[in-house]
């Protein structure tokens, strides 16, 4: 079965530091992963996505995430952290929900929140 | 363009009761997923809608049930509610059911069982 595991529940950085939220998950089929951002009381934002190609992928806000098969990772980084970045972090991996694999949904992970110190 | 939205925002019932949320998906989406995200835990799959029917459900009871209209809005139905039941409800939509194609989400419905 299809899952997804992010280590660390609660991550704190002081602003203007890298931010690394990691993220590993595992899939039966090649992987589309996603990472999606959560702020309090809203809904999910997705940052960023792999499908296939370039491993390297790069999101909204300055975020990018590395995909490594070897490693079944897809961690989270962004340089220079700000204040406006602290929220709750969701990986998630789509999965098909039908034998014919014409039907996905996101399986997502526990979340990680982000808190940023001035 | 609105994006996802649902209604209502905040909801409390009492066990044994039924409730009824709704959304309305992204101008030119027509698939709509549900999903139940408990306090401090990610969401989960409950449902997916395309073409006015359900394509799949997750780990879900039969409490919990669904519908698509015409316009591609979408219930979701929860029968004799239990405290458990009490969680964040998302919405979302994306254009068809092609797996990388992006799922955008509404702000949630927050429902609280007593």
């Known amino acids: 079965a299809q899952s997804v595991t992010q280590l660390g529940s609660h991550v704190s950085v002081s602003e203007g530091a890298l931010v690394l939220l990691r993220c590993n998950y595992s899939s039966s089929v090649p992987p589309y992963l996603f990472w999606y951002v959560q702020y309090p009381n809203q809904g999910l934002q997705l940052l960023l996505k792999?499908?296939?190609?370039?491993?390297l992928v790069k999101g909204i806000n300055g975020f990018e995430a590395e995909f490594k098969k070897s490693e079944t990772s897809f961690h989270l980084t962004k340089p220079s952290a700000h204040m406006s970045d602290a929220a709750e972090y969701f990986c998630?991996?789509?999965?098909?929900?039908?034998?014919?694999?014409?039907?996905?949904?996101?399986?997502f992970g526990k979340g990680t929140l982000l808190t940023v110190n001035p | 363009d609105a994006g996802v939205t649902q209604s209502p925002t905040h909801l409390i019932k009492t066990r044994g009761q039924q409730v009824t949320l709704r959304c309305s998906p992204k101008s030119g989406h027509d698939t709509v997923s549900w999903y139940q995200q408990a306090l401090g835990q990610g969401p989960q799959f409950i449902f997916q809608?395309?073409?006015?029917?359900?394509?799949q459900r997750g780990n879900f009871p039969d409490r919990f049930s669904g519908h698509q209209f015409p316009n591609y809005s979408s219930e979701l139905n929860v029968n004799a509610l239990l405290l458990g039941d009490s969680a964040l409800y998302l919405c979302?939509?994306?254009?068809?059911?092609?797996?990388?194609?992006?799922?955008?989400f509404g702000p949630g419905t927050r429902l609280t069982v007593l």
């Open positions: 979302a939509s994306s254009l068809s059911l092609a797996r990388g194609n992006e799922q955008f």
């Open positions: 998630a991996v789509s999965v098909p929900i039908n034998s014919g694999g014409s039907n996905y949904k996101l399986t």
């Open positions: 809608y395309y073409e006015e029917e359900e394509r």
């Open positions: 792999y499908t296939t190609g370039a491993t």
